[in-house]
């Protein structure tokens, strides 16, 4: 039963470097999303999938890119890291059918110097 | 668009006793859900309680009970009988009904519960 699982859990890159966050959830759920948290910030949404082959931007997709192949997987893509995407990203999925709560993975603290 | 307003950025309570965290919401729609999500030091976002818009009663999980006043946009946690593992930041979020993977989040209330 491992819900979502987020790999790495902690990077640090230097600016202009590239990398892929994977998240993988074993729970069928058709909706995944990529947060950001920031200190005073709360939460904040970057893309989101309501299912395999469907994606869609939230507050603060510039930077980031992501693709949905499979319901299982979502990665995200920084395409060319900068000190600002110094952050905590999670990965959460949830269910269109139970309509109810997102499961997160644990996080990823990613630092670019 | 939604916004969630969570104005203490801190509290602390002393353990054993009753804590109240604030959470204000602007929305237009009639359908939603909110959330208060735990993260304690470990990072884990935790679900603590959840209300459906359309229910009038208070949503109630053994210790945590909120006040849901729709008119006032206004949830709030209270924490009853406050124990050392209640510290962590509290996070309030919103969810359009329908719309799962869109979660807005308030900035986060740091609560500490002292010995």
């Known amino acids: 039963n491992a819900g979502v699982t987020q790999t790495p859990k902690f990077q640090v890159l230097k600016t202009g470097q590239s990398m892929t966050l994977q998240c993988a959830q074993d729970?069928?759920?058709?909706?995944m999303s990529w947060y950001r948290q920031d200190p005073g910030m709360g939460l904040r949404l970057i893309h989101y999938s309501v299912g395999a082959g469907i994606t869609d931007q939230g507050e603060v997709p510039n930077g980031y890119n992501v693709s949905r192949s499979t319901t299982e997987d979502f990665p995200l893509r920084l395409l060319s890291a900068a000190p600002s995407q110094t952050s905590v990203y999670f990965c959460a999925s949830s269910s269109y059918v139970r309509n109810t709560e997102a499961f997160f993975g644990q996080g990823t603290r990613l630092t670019v110097v | 668009a939604q916004t969630v307003t969570q104005s203490q950025p801190e509290m602390s309570v002393q353990e054993a006793e009753t804590v109240t965290l604030s959470c204000t919401y602007d929305?237009?729609?009639?359908?939603?859900?909110l959330f208060w999500y735990k993260q304690p030091p470990s990072r884990q976002m935790i679900l603590v309680i959840r209300q459906e818009a359309y229910k009038q009663q208070n949503a109630t999980e053994n210790r945590f009970s909120v006040n849901f006043q729709k008119a006032a946009k206004s949830f709030s946690l209270k924490i009853s009988d406050s124990q050392l593992g209640d510290t962590a930041m509290y996070f309030c979020?919103?969810?359009?009904?329908?719309?799962?993977?869109?979660?807005?989040f308030g900035q986060g209330t740091e609560l500490s519960v002292k010995p």
């Open positions: 929305t237009s729609e009639s359908n939603y859900y």
């Open positions: 979020a919103f969810m359009k009904r329908n719309q799962g993977g869109k979660l807005i």
């Open positions: 729970m069928n759920h058709e909706y």
